[in-house]
């Protein structure tokens, strides 16, 4: 018996876009639908057992390797797939959203890769989603180009064989796209919309480029998931008719439960598995999220005090190299968020050093690559990788079997030192709200004192915030010790609103989203109730 036909999908609420028409076409919502229809039901049930998974940890306040999964991390033999040649040499990837000059600029880049961000660097406005899948289609036929209206600056793209390797994030599981909904009214899951129409379009335009249809894959807690995806890349290679094998993913490993399936999410995806990738703020508001009920012991300090050289993020770094080498993937190292101030050259001195250090260290600890977020940056982090790698595409032949973590190593967060501040309150609430503001008028990569923020930095702002409140931290401010409660909070988040009015001035002020801002930091730091993500009851305020 065939399959029924795919329901119907119809767009809602949203104002008619320019050239809309080329992304959604009548094919490729047929295709999107039919994703909707075979895997939106397992999507819902994997994202109960998310709750039940974290309901368990706020029983057991621990995590241990699968014992179900043994076999898999004991079997030496299996490998992923060999790496595509566009995908062998990873070593600078820059990040960033597919606006059209942020296209240009990362295609432009230097870096061997760019990371095409629909997901945490771009705030989910109909209009993001959309005209990003014509950006991309439009670099790769190359119709692209800018004209900045401020200053008149052009932007086109440099010769194709200087251009970046495109590998695209579509949004995680757990967000809908409420602008794309089937028959009953139920919106289609926003990993399905980005990744379907990207792959529709493109996937046969990118072979014929000599690359692929190559995916980072965010926000995975589990190997149930990521075989989730390989079965959407399964069924989308026969649907279109590309050889199977063709799509390449990373996964990001930016969950605390992830960490402990590494190896089994690059053999749920082996057969398009590319590599994983170590993420910082994200890791740690997966950490928080989990561990909230866990006490003192679970209490992280200010999130600029957690390096990647804190003891239980080394051990999380190290598992990952070792675990991708031995199994023939690339190990993709984290952001160097640094926005170099155009104004203030003592401050980019003192960064690009802090860059150079971390990308030293990556590239010494046996890394394939690492990400930035500004063309400046580039040549500090190929320079690191250069010394390491020479000639060599990758170092996948760098086994560290010196490593060995144990379970309580990826949670031993009291092993660090250091400890929440009132001035790291007061960051989380600046950063946070600042943030926020941007998201909330359609944008999702923030320069915010120097550093590039996405959606994460919210999430481990605001998660920090209330991290400390129903721990009972103490903070030592103005020679006292000053107790974290809501109270708190509310004081400097005001104290913080009336500093922006003063700084942007009444008329700037009252043309922002500052308000609702606030309002909903505060609400997501302080409801008892914490919601998984800020995102979703952000998204439900956004506009768009």
Not at 22 to 32: I, N
Not at 153 to 173: C, D, F
Not at 288 to 302: E, H, I, M, Q, S
């Amino acid at each position: 018996m065939s399959a029924p036909a795919p329901s119907p999908l119809a767009i809602v609420d949203a104002e008619p876009l320019p050239r809309q028409d080329e992304v959604l076409t009548d094919a490729a919502l047929a295709f999107v639908a039919e994703l909707h229809r075979l895997f939106t039901p397992r999507r819902d049930e994997l994202l109960a057992r998310r709750a039940e998974r974290r309901a368990e940890i706020a029983r057991t306040s621990t995590l241990d390797f699968l014992p179900e999964t043994a076999a898999i991390r004991a079997d030496d033999s299996w490998k992923v797939a060999p790496s595509p040649d566009a995908l062998n040499d990873r070593r600078v990837e820059i990040t960033g959203p597919t606006d059209r000059k942020m296209t240009i600029n990362a295609l432009n880049s230097g870096a061997r890769i760019w990371l095409a961000d629909f997901e945490d660097a771009s705030a989910p406005t109909w209009e993001n989603v959309v005209l990003g899948q014509v950006n991309m289609a439009d670099a790769y036929t190359r119709n692209i180009d800018f004209t900045d209206e401020g200053t008149g600056k052009s932007y086109a793209l440099r010769p194709n064989g200087e251009l970046a390797t495109v590998v695209m994030r579509p949004r995680g599981w757990h967000l809908d796209e409420r602008h794309l909904v089937d028959a009953d009214g139920t919106p289609v899951p926003g990993a399905l919309v980005d990744f379907g129409l990207y792959f529709f379009h493109n996937a046969q335009r990118l072979l014929d480029l000599g690359k692929g249809p190559y995916f980072y894959l965010p926000k995975t807690e589990s190997h149930l998931e990521a075989r989730l995806w390989n079965d959407v890349f399964v069924f989308a290679q026969d649907y279109v008719g590309i050889p199977q094998g063709t799509v390449r993913a990373t996964v990001l490993i930016e969950t605390i439960t992830a960490a402990y399936e590494m190896e089994e999410i690059l053999y749920e995806l082996r057969d398009h598995a590319s590599g994983l990738n170590a993420g910082r703020w994200d890791y740690l508001f997966s950490i928080v999220k989990n561990f909230r009920d866990g006490g003192a012991k679970f209490v992280l300090p200010d999130r600029n005090a957690v390096t990647m050289t804190a003891p239980f993020m080394r051990a999380y770094t190290e598992l990952l190299v070792r675990t991708c080498h031995k199994r023939g993937a690339h190990a993709i190292g984290g952001m160097a968020a640094f926005i170099p101030s155009r104004r203030d050259p003592e401050v980019n001195k003192v960064a690009f050093e802090k860059v150079r250090a971390d990308k030293d260290r990556e590239a010494g600890d046996g890394f394939d690559g690492s990400w930035v977020a500004h063309p400046d940056l580039v040549p500090i982090a190929m320079e690191s990788f250069d010394k390491v790698l020479g000639d060599r595409p990758n170092q996948k032949d760098r086994l560290r079997e010196d490593v060995h973590v144990e379970a309580a190593d990826l949670i031993a967060i009291d092993s660090l030192d250091a400890r929440p501040t009132y001035n790291g309150l007061v960051n989380a609430v600046q950063v946070g709200m600042r943030y926020i503001e941007a998201w909330l008028r359609g944008l999702g990569a923030v320069a915010i004192f120097n550093l590039m923020e996405d959606a994460a930095t919210a999430e481990i702002s605001r998660s920090q915030i209330w991290q400390w409140i129903n721990a009972g931290v103490e903070f030592e401010h103005a020679g006292e010790s000053v107790k974290a409660t809501p109270e708190l909070a509310r004081k400097v988040a005001a104290e913080e609103l009336e500093s922006l009015r003063a700084e942007l001035g009444e008329d700037a002020f009252a043309a922002g989203n500052w308000q609702q801002a606030h309002d909903l930091l505060l609400q997501v730091s302080l409801d008892e109730d914490y919601a998984d993500f800020l995102t979703l009851p952000a998204y439900e305020q956004l506009r768009g």
